[in-house]
Every structure is written in C-alpha cells, then in structure tokens.
C-alpha cells in the first residue's frame, strides 16, 4: 500500500470516529419541567382536554393536550399535574402520543401519579391532584402538541 493511500485509510478511519464520538446518546439527552391541567368527562368513553407548559433550556412552550380513553369508567374530573420530561434533545420531543392502562378515582379529591413515554421516547413522569367524582379502570391515549 502507498503512503497516499495509508493516509487516506487513516483519515477515513479518524473521520468514522469523529463522527460516533459526535452522535448524541441516551446520556445527553436533557429533561425539563411540565405542567399540565387536564379536564375528563366518561361514561364507558371518556374524552379529557387541556393544556399546561413545558419549561426546557430557560424557555417556556405552552402546551395542548387531548385525549380519549375506553373502558370501565364513570365520572368526571380535573387534575392538575407536575413533573418533568426527560429523554428530549429539543422541546419539540414532548409532542406526540402517549398511552397507558389506568385504575383509579377521585371523589373530591385524590392523588394522581402518571408516567407515560411517547413514540419519540420522551419520558413524562407527573404528579398532581384530581378534582372530582370518578372511577376507572381504562385504556387511554393523551395527545400532547406545542401550541
């Protein structure tokens, strides 16, 4: 092999490198803080809205949310939720759709903890209280949008 094609080797070789040693990981994906208020009515079929705000490297997004969900539920309630998100890169990564299997009630009032991950792999992990007269033990999907 000649010397110009060694170099050439070596360089490509140290360019691959570069590039891996470059690429994000899991590792530096950041985290942010979310809050989230959320309004649901059921009978069998529930659908639930709101919004809230996602605060990620020193700036604020507000949020949209939507959802539907099936199952043995009755009621009707409010939750205001807290938390953070993690596994995000840009504040773009909250959006997208989440879903959960869910038991639980509130009559007046009741603590709600929730943790949910998008097909992005955002990760929310949120706590609150709900607000209300309700029952359930359901399939769900929460819709989250920046708005």
Same mark, same amino acid.
């Given at each position: 092999?000649?010397?110009?094609?060694?170099?050439?080797?070596?360089?490509?070789?140290?360019?691959?490198?570069?590039?891996?040693?470059?690429?994000?990981?899991?590792?530096?994906?950041?985290?942010?803080?979310?809050?989230?208020?959320?309004?649901?009515?059921?009978?069998?079929?529930?659908?639930?809205?709101?919004?809230?705000?996602?605060?990620?490297?020193?700036?604020?997004?507000?949020?949209?949310?939507?959802?539907?969900?099936?199952?043995?539920?009755?009621?009707?309630?409010?939750?205001?939720?807290?938390?953070?998100?993690?596994?995000?890169?840009?504040?773009? /990564?909250?959006?997208?759709?989440?879903?959960?299997?869910?038991?639980?009630?509130?009559?007046?009032?009741?603590?709600?903890?929730?943790?949910?991950?998008?097909?992005?792999?955002?990760?929310?992990?949120?706590?609150?209280?709900?607000?209300?007269?309700?029952?359930?033990? /359901?399939?769900?999907?929460?819709?989250?949008?920046?708005?």
């Amino acid at each position: 092999m000649t010397r110009l094609g060694a170099a050439i080797r070596y360089s490509l070789l140290a360019l691959v490198a570069l590039a891996f040693a470059a690429a994000p990981t899991a590792s530096q994906a950041a985290s942010g803080s979310v809050q989230l208020e959320v309004v649901k009515a059921a009978f069998i079929v529930g659908a639930s809205g709101g919004g809230g705000t996602l605060r990620f490297n020193k700036r604020s997004y507000p949020l949209s949310v939507g959802g539907l969900s099936f199952g043995a539920s009755i009621g009707a309630s409010k939750a205001n939720l807290v938390g953070r998100v993690s596994n995000i890169r840009s504040a773009s /990564d909250v959006a997208g759709t989440y879903g959960a299997i869910t038991a639980g009630g509130a009559v007046i009032t009741g603590g709600k903890v929730v943790r949910l991950r998008n097909e992005k792999g955002a990760i929310l992990e949120l706590r609150g209280r709900e607000v209300g007269l309700e029952l359930n033990l /359901d399939v769900s999907g929460l819709v989250i949008g920046l708005r």
